[in-house]
Protein backbone atom coordinates (compact mmCIF):
# COMPACT_ATOMS: atom_id res chain seq x y z
CA UNK A 1 0.00 0.00 0.00
CA UNK A 2 3.21 2.52 0.68
CA UNK A 3 4.17 1.88 -2.51
CA UNK A 4 0.76 2.09 -4.52
CA UNK A 5 0.71 5.44 -2.65
CA UNK A 6 3.86 7.03 -3.52
CA UNK A 7 3.52 5.38 -7.01
CA UNK A 8 0.11 7.09 -7.66
CA UNK A 9 1.40 10.22 -6.07
CA UNK A 10 4.25 10.33 -7.89
CA UNK A 11 2.07 9.33 -11.51
CA UNK A 12 -0.22 12.55 -10.36
CA UNK A 13 3.25 14.85 -10.27
CA UNK A 14 4.19 13.55 -13.66
CA UNK A 15 0.81 14.38 -15.07
CA UNK A 16 1.29 17.90 -14.12
CA UNK A 17 4.75 18.04 -15.43
CA UNK A 18 4.00 16.54 -18.63
CA UNK A 19 1.75 19.56 -20.24
CA UNK A 20 4.62 22.36 -18.74
CA UNK A 21 7.22 20.06 -20.80
CA UNK A 22 4.92 19.86 -24.17
CA UNK A 23 5.18 22.63 -26.22
CA UNK A 24 2.56 25.37 -27.55
CA UNK A 25 0.35 24.15 -30.95
CA UNK A 26 -1.57 27.39 -30.29
CA UNK A 27 1.46 29.97 -31.42
CA UNK A 28 2.13 29.76 -34.89
CA UNK A 29 5.38 32.15 -34.93
CA UNK A 30 8.84 31.90 -35.03
CA UNK A 31 9.57 30.89 -31.29
CA UNK A 32 11.77 34.55 -31.41
CA UNK A 33 10.36 37.75 -32.44
CA UNK A 34 6.90 36.32 -33.69
CA UNK A 35 4.04 34.95 -31.67
CA UNK A 36 0.82 34.36 -32.99
CA UNK A 37 -1.71 33.23 -30.65
CA UNK A 38 -5.45 34.26 -30.20
CA UNK A 39 -5.93 37.39 -28.79
CA UNK A 40 -7.16 37.77 -24.57
CA UNK A 41 -10.54 39.31 -24.52
CA UNK A 42 -10.99 42.36 -22.70
CA UNK A 43 -12.40 42.84 -19.20
CA UNK A 44 -15.43 45.02 -19.32
CA UNK A 45 -15.22 47.68 -16.81
CA UNK A 46 -18.38 46.37 -14.90
CA UNK A 47 -16.13 42.84 -14.59
CA UNK A 48 -18.55 40.45 -14.11
CA UNK A 49 -17.10 37.66 -14.10
CA UNK A 50 -14.41 38.90 -11.21
CA UNK A 51 -17.91 39.64 -9.00
CA UNK A 52 -18.86 35.75 -10.23
CA UNK A 53 -16.00 34.47 -9.22
CA UNK A 54 -15.88 36.38 -5.49
CA UNK A 55 -19.75 35.49 -5.10
CA UNK A 56 -19.09 32.08 -5.96
CA UNK A 57 -15.58 31.06 -3.58
CA UNK A 58 -18.28 33.23 -0.29
CA UNK A 59 -21.32 30.39 -1.13
CA UNK A 60 -18.55 27.80 -1.31
CA UNK A 61 -16.79 28.94 1.85
CA UNK A 62 -20.26 28.70 3.63
CA UNK A 63 -20.98 25.29 2.46
CA UNK A 64 -17.79 24.11 3.33
CA UNK A 65 -18.40 25.38 6.71
CA UNK A 66 -22.16 24.32 7.46
CA UNK A 67 -23.06 21.67 5.28
CA UNK A 68 -23.61 18.63 7.42
CA UNK A 69 -24.62 16.00 5.35
CA UNK A 70 -22.31 14.60 4.88
CA UNK A 71 -19.84 17.29 6.59
CA UNK A 72 -17.11 18.17 3.69
CA UNK A 73 -13.96 18.40 5.95
CA UNK A 74 -15.13 15.31 8.03
CA UNK A 75 -15.66 13.46 4.49
CA UNK A 76 -11.75 14.87 3.78
CA UNK A 77 -10.31 13.74 7.34
CA UNK A 78 -12.46 10.66 6.17
CA UNK A 79 -10.29 9.84 3.22
CA UNK A 80 -7.02 10.98 4.51
CA UNK A 81 -7.41 8.35 7.89
CA UNK A 82 -8.65 5.49 5.40
CA UNK A 83 -5.62 5.88 3.26
CA UNK A 84 -3.38 6.71 6.46
CA UNK A 85 -4.78 3.03 7.88
CA UNK A 86 -4.73 1.13 4.90
CA UNK A 87 -0.18 2.12 4.81
CA UNK A 88 0.13 1.43 8.94
CA UNK A 89 -2.82 -0.67 10.26
CA UNK A 90 -2.26 0.95 13.12
CA UNK A 91 -5.74 3.53 13.30
CA UNK A 92 -5.43 4.68 17.13
CA UNK A 93 -2.53 6.18 15.96
CA UNK A 94 -3.61 7.36 12.96
CA UNK A 95 -6.63 8.96 14.78
CA UNK A 96 -4.47 10.70 16.86
CA UNK A 97 -3.11 12.37 13.35
CA UNK A 98 -6.47 13.20 12.13
CA UNK A 99 -8.12 14.59 14.97
CA UNK A 100 -5.45 17.33 14.05
CA UNK A 101 -6.44 18.10 10.76
CA UNK A 102 -7.08 20.98 8.97
CA UNK A 103 -9.09 21.01 5.53
CA UNK A 104 -9.01 24.79 5.21
CA UNK A 105 -5.96 25.19 3.13
CA UNK A 106 -7.39 22.63 0.83
CA UNK A 107 -10.64 24.11 0.53
CA UNK A 108 -9.19 27.33 -0.55
CA UNK A 109 -7.35 25.66 -3.00
CA UNK A 110 -10.42 23.57 -4.35
CA UNK A 111 -12.89 26.72 -4.16
CA UNK A 112 -10.02 28.42 -6.79
CA UNK A 113 -10.33 25.88 -9.24
CA UNK A 114 -13.71 25.11 -9.78
CA UNK A 115 -14.43 28.45 -9.12
CA UNK A 116 -12.15 29.85 -12.53
CA UNK A 117 -13.80 26.78 -13.97
CA UNK A 118 -17.23 28.72 -13.78
CA UNK A 119 -15.97 32.18 -14.68
CA UNK A 120 -13.57 31.73 -17.55
CA UNK A 121 -15.07 32.30 -21.46
CA UNK A 122 -15.38 28.65 -22.55
CA UNK A 123 -17.62 25.53 -23.49
CA UNK A 124 -19.06 23.22 -21.16
CA UNK A 125 -16.35 20.07 -22.02
CA UNK A 126 -12.99 22.72 -21.06
CA UNK A 127 -15.27 23.73 -17.56
CA UNK A 128 -15.63 20.43 -17.10
CA UNK A 129 -11.51 19.75 -17.45
CA UNK A 130 -11.04 22.39 -15.61
CA UNK A 131 -12.94 21.43 -12.45
CA UNK A 132 -11.08 18.33 -12.97
CA UNK A 133 -8.21 19.91 -11.33
CA UNK A 134 -9.83 20.22 -8.20
CA UNK A 135 -10.14 16.98 -8.03
CA UNK A 136 -6.69 16.17 -8.97
CA UNK A 137 -5.64 18.55 -6.01
CA UNK A 138 -7.90 17.18 -3.59
CA UNK A 139 -6.79 13.57 -4.21
CA UNK A 140 -3.07 14.70 -4.09
CA UNK A 141 -3.38 16.08 -0.97
CA UNK A 142 -5.22 13.63 0.92
CA UNK A 143 -2.08 11.09 -0.63
CA UNK A 144 0.22 13.44 0.61
CA UNK A 145 -1.25 14.42 3.98
CA UNK A 146 -1.24 10.28 4.13
CA UNK A 147 2.39 9.58 3.71
CA UNK A 148 3.05 12.16 6.09
CA UNK A 149 1.18 10.54 8.81
CA UNK A 150 3.23 7.53 8.09
CA UNK A 151 6.77 8.77 7.66
CA UNK A 152 5.61 10.61 11.46
CA UNK A 153 4.78 7.47 12.97
CA UNK A 154 7.64 5.68 10.90
CA UNK A 155 10.11 8.25 12.42
CA UNK A 156 8.42 9.72 15.48
CA UNK A 157 9.40 13.27 14.13
CA UNK A 158 6.51 15.89 14.37
CA UNK A 159 6.22 15.75 10.32
CA UNK A 160 2.39 14.74 10.29
CA UNK A 161 -0.20 16.64 7.69
CA UNK A 162 -0.68 19.99 10.46
CA UNK A 163 3.19 20.91 10.19
CA UNK A 164 4.75 23.24 8.17
CA UNK A 165 6.17 21.21 6.02
CA UNK A 166 3.00 19.20 5.15
CA UNK A 167 1.46 23.01 4.26
CA UNK A 168 4.65 23.67 2.33
CA UNK A 169 4.06 20.45 0.15
CA UNK A 170 0.33 21.66 -0.39
CA UNK A 171 1.10 24.56 -1.97
CA UNK A 172 3.46 23.17 -3.67
CA UNK A 173 0.96 20.86 -5.33
CA UNK A 174 -1.19 23.69 -5.54
CA UNK A 175 1.58 25.29 -8.02
CA UNK A 176 1.73 22.01 -10.02
CA UNK A 177 -1.67 21.95 -10.48
CA UNK A 178 -2.36 24.70 -11.44
CA UNK A 179 0.56 24.68 -13.67
CA UNK A 180 -0.94 22.02 -15.48
CA UNK A 181 -4.45 23.71 -15.90
CA UNK A 182 -2.82 26.82 -17.15
CA UNK A 183 -0.78 24.73 -19.59
CA UNK A 184 -3.66 22.50 -21.07
CA UNK A 185 -6.35 25.18 -20.94
CA UNK A 186 -4.68 28.42 -22.44
CA UNK A 187 -3.60 29.08 -25.69
CA UNK A 188 0.11 30.06 -25.02
CA UNK A 189 3.39 31.26 -26.50
CA UNK A 190 5.62 28.26 -27.95
CA UNK A 191 9.05 27.66 -25.77
CA UNK A 192 11.90 30.32 -27.39
CA UNK A 193 14.04 29.27 -29.89
CA UNK A 194 17.43 31.53 -29.41
CA UNK A 195 20.00 29.18 -28.73
CA UNK A 196 21.37 29.03 -25.22
CA UNK A 197 24.41 29.45 -24.83
CA UNK A 198 25.25 31.21 -21.89
CA UNK A 199 28.66 29.80 -20.23
CA UNK A 200 27.69 28.71 -16.46
CA UNK A 201 28.72 30.80 -13.81
CA UNK A 202 29.25 28.28 -10.88
CA UNK A 203 29.11 31.24 -8.39
CA UNK A 204 25.29 32.60 -9.18
CA UNK A 205 24.11 29.57 -8.77
CA UNK A 206 25.95 28.50 -5.39
CA UNK A 207 24.77 31.75 -3.72
CA UNK A 208 21.72 31.71 -4.57
CA UNK A 209 21.35 28.34 -3.36
CA UNK A 210 22.67 29.36 -0.17
CA UNK A 211 20.16 32.02 -0.02
CA UNK A 212 17.37 29.46 -0.78
CA UNK A 213 18.58 27.36 2.23
CA UNK A 214 18.63 29.80 4.58
CA UNK A 215 15.26 31.17 3.55
CA UNK A 216 13.20 27.65 3.97
CA UNK A 217 15.26 27.58 7.08
CA UNK A 218 14.10 30.82 7.91
CA UNK A 219 10.53 29.63 7.71
CA UNK A 220 10.58 26.32 9.03
CA UNK A 221 12.15 27.85 12.20
CA UNK A 222 9.37 31.03 11.98
CA UNK A 223 6.12 28.85 11.56
CA UNK A 224 7.68 26.10 13.60
CA UNK A 225 4.87 27.31 16.65
CA UNK A 226 2.52 25.85 14.27
CA UNK A 227 3.36 21.87 15.53
CA UNK A 228 3.24 23.08 19.09
CA UNK A 229 0.32 21.40 20.77
CA UNK A 230 -1.72 24.77 21.97
CA UNK A 231 -1.69 25.81 18.16
CA UNK A 232 -2.80 22.27 16.29
CA UNK A 233 -6.29 23.72 16.15
CA UNK A 234 -5.78 27.06 15.62
CA UNK A 235 -6.59 28.74 12.28
CA UNK A 236 -2.57 29.94 12.39
CA UNK A 237 -1.92 26.73 10.58
CA UNK A 238 -4.36 27.52 7.83
CA UNK A 239 -3.60 31.22 6.76
CA UNK A 240 -0.18 32.17 7.43
CA UNK A 241 1.84 29.77 5.51
CA UNK A 242 -0.26 31.10 2.74
CA UNK A 243 2.40 33.88 2.21
CA UNK A 244 5.07 31.52 2.57
CA UNK A 245 6.29 32.01 -1.20
CA UNK A 246 5.88 35.56 -0.87
CA UNK A 247 7.97 34.87 2.19
CA UNK A 248 10.35 32.96 0.86
CA UNK A 249 11.35 35.73 -2.08
CA UNK A 250 12.12 38.32 0.47
CA UNK A 251 14.40 36.69 2.52
CA UNK A 252 15.84 34.50 -0.16
CA UNK A 253 16.47 38.75 -1.62
CA UNK A 254 18.13 39.60 2.25
CA UNK A 255 21.27 37.90 2.21
CA UNK A 256 21.41 38.35 -1.67
CA UNK A 257 21.01 42.61 -1.06
CA UNK A 258 23.40 42.51 1.90
CA UNK A 259 26.54 40.92 -0.01
CA UNK A 260 25.71 43.09 -2.69
CA UNK A 261 26.11 46.25 -0.95
CA UNK A 262 29.31 44.55 0.79
CA UNK A 263 30.87 43.97 -2.90
CA UNK A 264 29.71 46.17 -4.78
CA UNK A 265 31.56 47.35 -7.61
CA UNK A 266 29.47 50.30 -9.19
CA UNK A 267 31.44 51.41 -12.42
CA UNK A 268 32.50 55.32 -12.66
CA UNK A 269 32.26 57.15 -16.14
CA UNK A 270 35.28 56.89 -17.80
CA UNK A 271 36.57 59.73 -20.15
CA UNK A 272 35.24 57.35 -23.11
CA UNK A 273 31.96 58.52 -24.52
CA UNK A 274 30.62 55.61 -27.27
CA UNK A 275 27.48 56.79 -29.55
CA UNK A 276 24.28 55.95 -28.01
CA UNK A 277 21.34 55.32 -29.60
CA UNK A 278 17.64 56.12 -27.62
CA UNK A 279 14.28 54.71 -29.26
CA UNK A 280 11.41 55.95 -28.23
CA UNK A 281 7.60 54.43 -29.28
CA UNK A 282 4.74 56.67 -28.92
CA UNK A 283 1.22 56.43 -29.35
CA UNK A 284 -1.00 59.00 -28.48
CA UNK A 285 1.32 60.76 -25.97
CA UNK A 286 1.03 63.89 -27.03
CA UNK A 287 0.53 64.84 -22.99
CA UNK A 288 4.43 63.85 -22.05
CA UNK A 289 6.16 63.13 -25.17
CA UNK A 290 7.52 67.10 -24.99
CA UNK A 291 8.98 66.37 -21.73
CA UNK A 292 10.04 62.83 -22.12
CA UNK A 293 12.62 64.11 -25.18
CA UNK A 294 13.69 67.40 -22.62
CA UNK A 295 14.77 65.06 -20.08
CA UNK A 296 16.59 62.97 -22.80
CA UNK A 297 18.22 65.88 -23.83
CA UNK A 298 19.24 66.91 -20.66
CA UNK A 299 20.73 63.64 -19.77
CA UNK A 300 23.08 64.10 -22.99
CA UNK A 301 24.51 67.04 -21.83
CA UNK A 302 25.56 65.26 -18.56
CA UNK A 303 26.87 62.80 -20.62
CA UNK A 304 28.80 64.62 -23.13
CA UNK A 305 29.17 61.85 -26.38
CA UNK A 306 27.51 61.65 -29.35
CA UNK A 307 23.39 60.44 -28.68
CA UNK A 308 20.79 60.02 -30.80
CA UNK A 309 16.88 59.80 -30.81
CA UNK A 310 14.65 57.92 -32.63
CA UNK A 311 11.00 58.05 -32.29
CA UNK A 312 8.60 55.87 -33.58
CA UNK A 313 5.08 57.51 -33.81
CA UNK A 314 2.88 54.58 -33.64
CA UNK A 315 0.03 55.57 -35.98
CA UNK A 316 -1.24 58.35 -33.70
CA UNK A 317 -4.51 60.06 -33.42
CA UNK A 318 -3.14 62.86 -31.45
CA UNK A 319 -0.66 65.72 -31.56
CA UNK A 320 1.99 63.30 -30.65
CA UNK A 321 4.25 63.56 -34.17
CA UNK A 322 4.05 67.05 -34.44
CA UNK A 323 5.04 67.26 -30.94
CA UNK A 324 7.75 65.14 -31.14
CA UNK A 325 9.54 66.99 -33.97
CA UNK A 326 9.29 69.91 -32.66
CA UNK A 327 10.84 68.94 -29.49
CA UNK A 328 13.49 67.22 -31.49
CA UNK A 329 14.22 70.51 -33.54
CA UNK A 330 14.96 72.10 -30.21
CA UNK A 331 17.96 69.28 -29.05
CA UNK A 332 20.67 71.20 -27.48
CA UNK A 333 22.86 68.47 -26.85
CA UNK A 334 21.03 65.34 -28.74
CA UNK A 335 19.91 64.83 -32.35
CA UNK A 336 17.25 62.77 -33.63
CA UNK A 337 14.69 61.68 -35.87
CA UNK A 338 10.43 61.10 -35.98
CA UNK A 339 9.32 58.22 -37.45
CA UNK A 340 6.01 57.35 -38.31
CA UNK A 341 4.10 54.50 -39.72
CA UNK A 342 0.37 52.53 -39.28
CA UNK A 343 -0.17 51.25 -35.97
CA UNK A 344 1.31 48.02 -34.79
CA UNK A 345 1.67 47.76 -31.18
CA UNK A 346 4.46 48.67 -29.22
CA UNK A 347 6.93 45.76 -30.13
CA UNK A 348 6.62 46.42 -33.77
CA UNK A 349 7.34 50.28 -33.04
CA UNK A 350 10.04 49.00 -30.66
CA UNK A 351 11.70 46.96 -33.79
CA UNK A 352 11.23 49.75 -36.23
CA UNK A 353 13.21 52.31 -34.12
CA UNK A 354 15.63 49.39 -33.59
CA UNK A 355 15.86 48.78 -37.17
CA UNK A 356 17.30 52.49 -38.16
CA UNK A 357 19.57 52.51 -35.14
CA UNK A 358 23.41 51.55 -35.48
CA UNK A 359 25.09 52.66 -32.36
CA UNK A 360 26.29 49.55 -30.22
CA UNK A 361 24.65 50.59 -26.87
CA UNK A 362 20.60 51.61 -26.89
CA UNK A 363 18.71 52.68 -24.33
CA UNK A 364 15.05 52.00 -24.95
CA UNK A 365 12.27 54.77 -22.49
CA UNK A 366 9.20 54.33 -22.70
CA UNK A 367 6.52 57.50 -23.94
CA UNK A 368 4.73 58.25 -20.72
CA UNK A 369 8.50 58.66 -18.71
CA UNK A 370 10.77 60.62 -17.84
CA UNK A 371 14.93 60.36 -17.97
CA UNK A 372 17.13 60.92 -14.91
CA UNK A 373 19.84 63.31 -16.22
CA UNK A 374 22.89 60.85 -14.68
CA UNK A 375 20.95 57.99 -16.93
CA UNK A 376 23.20 58.08 -19.71
CA UNK A 377 26.53 58.63 -17.82
CA UNK A 378 25.99 55.73 -15.19
CA UNK A 379 24.12 52.79 -17.61
CA UNK A 380 27.16 53.48 -20.41
CA UNK A 381 29.56 53.17 -18.08
CA UNK A 382 28.61 49.22 -17.56
CA UNK A 383 29.20 48.21 -20.94
CA UNK A 384 33.20 48.26 -20.43
CA UNK A 385 32.71 44.98 -18.99
CA UNK A 386 32.22 42.45 -22.39
CA UNK A 387 29.79 40.19 -19.60
CA UNK A 388 26.91 42.80 -19.19
CA UNK A 389 24.42 42.97 -21.72
CA UNK A 390 21.23 44.84 -20.27
CA UNK A 391 21.20 47.38 -17.85
CA UNK A 392 17.95 49.08 -15.56
CA UNK A 393 17.54 52.33 -13.76
CA UNK A 394 15.77 52.18 -10.38
CA UNK A 395 11.90 53.61 -11.26
CA UNK A 396 9.78 56.13 -9.10
CA UNK A 397 6.42 57.89 -9.86
CA UNK A 398 6.67 60.98 -11.45
CA UNK A 399 5.45 63.73 -8.91
CA UNK A 400 3.62 66.40 -11.27
CA UNK A 401 0.74 63.92 -11.08
CA UNK A 402 0.00 62.43 -7.53
CA UNK A 403 -2.71 60.20 -6.47
CA UNK A 404 -3.16 57.36 -3.83
CA UNK A 405 -1.75 54.78 -6.06
CA UNK A 406 1.40 57.16 -6.79
CA UNK A 407 1.89 57.41 -3.06
CA UNK A 408 1.38 53.63 -2.67
CA UNK A 409 3.33 52.67 -6.17
CA UNK A 410 6.51 54.89 -4.39
CA UNK A 411 6.84 52.06 -1.92
CA UNK A 412 6.46 49.24 -3.80
CA UNK A 413 8.97 50.73 -5.92
CA UNK A 414 11.37 50.97 -3.66
CA UNK A 415 11.13 47.44 -2.41
CA UNK A 416 11.04 45.87 -5.87
CA UNK A 417 14.09 48.27 -7.17
CA UNK A 418 16.05 49.57 -4.12
CA UNK A 419 15.87 45.89 -2.29
CA UNK A 420 14.55 42.92 -4.31
CA UNK A 421 16.27 43.49 -8.00
CA UNK A 422 19.55 44.85 -6.70
CA UNK A 423 19.77 41.13 -4.65
CA UNK A 424 19.08 39.14 -7.79
CA UNK A 425 21.32 41.60 -9.39
CA UNK A 426 24.11 39.88 -7.31
CA UNK A 427 23.61 36.50 -8.76
CA UNK A 428 22.04 37.53 -12.38
CA UNK A 429 18.52 36.60 -11.30
CA UNK A 430 16.74 39.95 -12.34
CA UNK A 431 13.70 38.56 -14.80
CA UNK A 432 13.19 41.87 -16.31
CA UNK A 433 14.45 44.85 -16.88
CA UNK A 434 11.56 47.55 -17.22
CA UNK A 435 10.51 49.24 -20.45
CA UNK A 436 11.09 52.62 -18.62
CA UNK A 437 14.58 52.26 -18.83
CA UNK A 438 16.32 49.68 -20.81
CA UNK A 439 19.97 50.19 -21.67
CA UNK A 440 21.10 47.18 -24.01
CA UNK A 441 23.64 45.69 -26.46
CA UNK A 442 22.42 45.86 -29.74
CA UNK A 443 24.03 43.03 -31.01
CA UNK A 444 22.48 39.99 -29.15
CA UNK A 445 19.38 41.92 -29.23
CA UNK A 446 19.28 41.58 -33.16
CA UNK A 447 20.19 38.28 -32.57
CA UNK A 448 17.68 37.49 -30.77
CA UNK A 449 15.22 39.09 -33.13
CA UNK A 450 14.19 42.04 -31.24
CA UNK A 451 10.93 42.28 -28.95
CA UNK A 452 8.28 39.83 -29.59
CA UNK A 453 5.22 40.71 -31.13
CA UNK A 454 2.10 39.37 -30.45
CA UNK A 455 2.36 38.78 -26.71
CA UNK A 456 2.39 40.62 -23.26
CA UNK A 457 5.56 41.80 -22.13
CA UNK A 458 8.30 42.04 -24.66
CA UNK A 459 10.78 43.86 -22.06
CA UNK A 460 10.72 40.54 -19.65
CA UNK A 461 11.13 38.77 -23.02
CA UNK A 462 14.38 40.57 -24.14
CA UNK A 463 15.91 40.28 -20.60
CA UNK A 464 15.29 36.88 -21.00
CA UNK A 465 17.11 36.18 -24.21
CA UNK A 466 20.13 38.09 -22.99
CA UNK A 467 20.16 35.69 -20.03
CA UNK A 468 20.60 32.61 -22.92
CA UNK A 469 22.87 34.38 -24.94
CA UNK A 470 25.22 34.49 -22.19
CA UNK A 471 24.96 38.39 -20.72
CA UNK A 472 23.97 38.99 -17.18
CA UNK A 473 21.32 41.75 -16.43
CA UNK A 474 22.17 44.31 -13.61
CA UNK A 475 20.28 47.22 -11.71
CA UNK A 476 22.10 50.37 -10.88
CA UNK A 477 20.86 52.40 -7.81
CA UNK A 478 22.29 55.69 -9.17
CA UNK A 479 20.15 55.73 -12.50
CA UNK A 480 16.95 56.87 -11.90
CA UNK A 481 13.71 57.26 -14.26
CA UNK A 482 10.41 58.56 -13.36
CA UNK A 483 7.07 56.62 -14.48
CA UNK A 484 4.16 57.64 -15.21
CA UNK A 485 0.72 55.89 -12.78
CA UNK A 486 -2.13 55.38 -13.22
CA UNK A 487 -4.77 57.33 -11.84
CA UNK A 488 -7.79 55.25 -11.02
CA UNK A 489 -8.62 51.91 -9.96
CA UNK A 490 -10.03 50.75 -13.38
CA UNK A 491 -6.70 51.92 -14.40
CA UNK A 492 -4.17 50.48 -12.52
CA UNK A 493 -6.07 46.85 -12.47
CA UNK A 494 -6.07 46.82 -16.13
CA UNK A 495 -2.27 47.98 -16.23
CA UNK A 496 -1.39 45.15 -13.72
CA UNK A 497 -4.16 42.75 -15.52
CA UNK A 498 -1.34 43.38 -18.60
CA UNK A 499 1.45 42.65 -16.74
CA UNK A 500 0.86 39.70 -14.73
CA UNK A 501 -0.61 38.21 -18.36
CA UNK A 502 2.78 38.64 -19.93
CA UNK A 503 4.28 37.06 -16.78
CA UNK A 504 1.89 34.36 -18.11
CA UNK A 505 3.28 34.48 -21.76
CA UNK A 506 7.05 34.45 -20.59
CA UNK A 507 7.05 31.80 -18.24
CA UNK A 508 5.81 29.67 -21.27
CA UNK A 509 8.44 30.66 -23.44
CA UNK A 510 11.15 30.15 -20.55
CA UNK A 511 9.83 27.82 -18.28
CA UNK A 512 12.94 24.98 -17.70
CA UNK A 513 10.64 22.02 -18.92
CA UNK A 514 10.85 23.64 -22.02
CA UNK A 515 13.81 26.03 -22.45
CA UNK A 516 16.02 24.81 -20.11
CA UNK A 517 18.29 26.22 -17.60
CA UNK A 518 20.04 29.68 -17.98
CA UNK A 519 21.22 30.57 -14.57
CA UNK A 520 19.36 31.46 -11.40
CA UNK A 521 16.93 33.71 -13.01
CA UNK A 522 15.57 30.45 -14.64
CA UNK A 523 15.96 27.60 -12.11
CA UNK A 524 14.74 29.88 -9.66
CA UNK A 525 13.12 32.98 -10.26
CA UNK A 526 10.97 31.90 -13.12
CA UNK A 527 9.99 29.02 -11.23
CA UNK A 528 8.89 30.60 -8.32
CA UNK A 529 6.55 32.93 -10.13
CA UNK A 530 4.85 29.43 -11.57
CA UNK A 531 4.41 28.52 -7.99
CA UNK A 532 3.24 32.23 -6.95
CA UNK A 533 -0.04 31.89 -8.94
CA UNK A 534 -1.55 29.01 -6.53
CA UNK A 535 -0.61 31.03 -3.47
CA UNK A 536 -1.68 35.00 -5.04
CA UNK A 537 -4.85 33.77 -6.43
CA UNK A 538 -5.68 31.36 -2.80
CA UNK A 539 -4.79 34.41 -0.76
CA UNK A 540 -7.12 36.40 -1.80
CA UNK A 541 -9.79 34.32 -1.23
CA UNK A 542 -8.49 33.54 2.39
CA UNK A 543 -9.97 37.34 3.80
CA UNK A 544 -13.54 36.10 2.51
CA UNK A 545 -12.92 32.64 4.58
CA UNK A 546 -11.76 34.10 7.40
CA UNK A 547 -14.85 36.66 7.76
CA UNK A 548 -16.77 33.74 7.31
CA UNK A 549 -15.16 31.60 10.36
CA UNK A 550 -15.95 34.60 12.65
CA UNK A 551 -19.10 34.66 11.97
CA UNK A 552 -20.07 31.14 12.08
CA UNK A 553 -17.86 29.97 14.93
CA UNK A 554 -17.93 32.29 18.05
CA UNK A 555 -15.62 29.59 19.53
CA UNK A 556 -12.64 30.56 17.48
CA UNK A 557 -13.20 34.49 16.75
CA UNK A 558 -10.27 34.81 18.91
CA UNK A 559 -7.80 32.64 16.99
CA UNK A 560 -9.38 33.92 13.64
CA UNK A 561 -8.76 37.44 14.66
CA UNK A 562 -4.88 36.34 15.53
CA UNK A 563 -4.59 34.75 11.75
CA UNK A 564 -5.95 38.39 10.21
CA UNK A 565 -3.18 40.06 12.22
CA UNK A 566 -0.73 37.87 11.09
CA UNK A 567 -2.36 37.76 7.09
CA UNK A 568 -2.40 41.54 7.26
CA UNK A 569 1.44 41.45 8.69
CA UNK A 570 2.54 38.78 6.22
CA UNK A 571 1.55 40.59 3.18
CA UNK A 572 2.54 43.97 4.64
CA UNK A 573 5.99 42.56 4.42
CA UNK A 574 7.58 44.35 1.39
CA UNK A 575 6.13 47.32 2.23
CA UNK A 576 7.77 47.06 5.88
CA UNK A 577 11.09 46.76 3.95
CA UNK A 578 10.78 49.71 2.08
CA UNK A 579 10.14 52.25 5.34
CA UNK A 580 13.91 52.57 5.75
CA UNK A 581 14.41 53.15 1.96
CA UNK A 582 11.48 55.77 1.98
CA UNK A 583 13.04 57.60 4.67
CA UNK A 584 16.40 57.32 2.73
CA UNK A 585 14.61 58.81 -0.24
CA UNK A 586 12.53 61.12 1.34
CA UNK A 587 9.48 59.33 0.18
CA UNK A 588 7.99 61.45 3.46
CA UNK A 589 4.33 61.83 1.73
CA UNK A 590 3.90 58.13 1.07
CA UNK A 591 3.98 56.93 4.74
CA UNK A 592 0.73 57.92 5.72
CA UNK A 593 -1.14 55.95 3.40
CA UNK A 594 0.86 52.53 4.96
CA UNK A 595 -2.70 51.80 6.29
CA UNK A 596 -3.84 50.98 3.35
CA UNK A 597 -1.34 49.27 1.73
CA UNK A 598 -3.92 46.06 1.77
CA UNK A 599 -6.24 47.39 -0.65
CA UNK A 600 -3.39 47.94 -2.98
CA UNK A 601 -1.94 44.79 -2.64
CA UNK A 602 -5.86 43.39 -2.92
CA UNK A 603 -6.23 44.86 -6.15
CA UNK A 604 -3.06 43.87 -7.58
CA UNK A 605 -4.27 40.36 -6.87
CA UNK A 606 -7.54 40.88 -8.21
CA UNK A 607 -5.49 42.04 -11.44
CA UNK A 608 -3.69 38.28 -11.49
CA UNK A 609 -7.41 37.08 -11.76
CA UNK A 610 -8.42 38.81 -14.33
CA UNK A 611 -5.59 37.93 -16.00
CA UNK A 612 -6.47 34.47 -16.30
CA UNK A 613 -9.80 35.22 -16.66
CA UNK A 614 -9.08 37.36 -20.11
CA UNK A 615 -6.25 34.61 -21.74
CA UNK A 616 -8.26 32.55 -24.55
CA UNK A 617 -9.15 29.06 -24.18
CA UNK A 618 -8.12 26.20 -26.14
CA UNK A 619 -11.08 23.93 -27.66
CA UNK A 620 -11.74 20.56 -26.69
CA UNK A 621 -10.73 18.45 -29.30
CA UNK A 622 -11.86 14.69 -28.75
CA UNK A 623 -10.04 12.08 -30.05
CA UNK A 624 -10.22 10.95 -33.16
CA UNK A 625 -9.34 6.46 -33.49
CA UNK A 626 -6.09 6.32 -35.54
CA UNK A 627 -6.05 3.84 -37.77
CA UNK A 628 -2.80 1.37 -38.46
CA UNK A 629 -0.75 2.31 -41.11
CA UNK A 630 -0.01 -0.51 -43.90
CA UNK A 631 3.95 -1.15 -43.85
CA UNK A 632 5.26 1.57 -46.14
CA UNK A 633 2.46 3.98 -45.81
CA UNK A 634 3.12 7.79 -45.40
CA UNK A 635 1.78 9.26 -42.13
CA UNK A 636 -1.38 11.42 -42.54
CA UNK A 637 -0.97 15.18 -41.79
CA UNK A 638 -4.46 14.87 -39.79
CA UNK A 639 -3.18 12.54 -37.23
CA UNK A 640 -5.45 12.38 -34.24
CA UNK A 641 -4.37 14.53 -31.37
CA UNK A 642 -4.89 14.03 -27.71
CA UNK A 643 -7.43 15.21 -25.40
CA UNK A 644 -6.29 18.45 -23.46
Same mark, same amino acid.
Given at each position: ??? $? &??? #?? !? @??? =???? /?? *? %? +? ?80 ? $? &??? #?? !? @??? =???? /?? *? %? +? ?87 ? @??? =?????? *? ?195 QFRFARIGQSLVDGVVVIPGTFTAFR ?18 TDLTMQFGRLGYRAVIDPRIVCYEDV ?141 RPRRRGAQPRPDRAQPVR
Amino acid at each position: MLL $A &TSG #LL !A @ALV =VACL /LP *V %R +ADSPDDRGDGRASVVIPRHVPTPSHRPRTWAFLAFTTFSGLVFLDWQRPSLPLAYDAAVRAVAVAITGDAASVNGYVARLNA $A &TVF #LG !A @AYF =VGLS /LV *V %R +ATIGRRLLMAWHAVMYVAMSILTQALMITAGLATGWLVGPFSIEATLANLLIGGLVVMRLTFTTFALPRATTVPRTRRWWIWDSIIACC @ALI =VAIAAI *VTTYAFLSERPNLSSQWQVFVPLYAVSLLFAIVCAPLWLLWWVTRRLPEPSGERPPVDVIVPAYNEAENIGQLLSSVDVAAQRYGGPVRVVVFDDGSVDRTRQIATTSVGEFRHASGQVLSGPNGGQSAALNRALAVTDAEIVVRIDADCLMGPDALSYAVAWFADPAIGMVGAVEEPRSDRVTWFHRLRALETLYQFRFARIGQSLVDGVVVIPGTFTAFRRAPAMLAGGFPVGMNGEDTDLTMQFGRLGYRAVIDPRIVCYEDVPRTPGEFVEQRTRWARAGIHVYARHVPARSGLAGPRVWYWTLRRGFAWFSLQVSMIAPIFMAELALTRPTVRQNVVTAAVVYLAAGAIPVLISLPFAVRHRFWRSLPWLPTWFLFAFLRRLATLEAVITLPVRPVRPVRPVRPRRRGAQPRPDRAQPVR
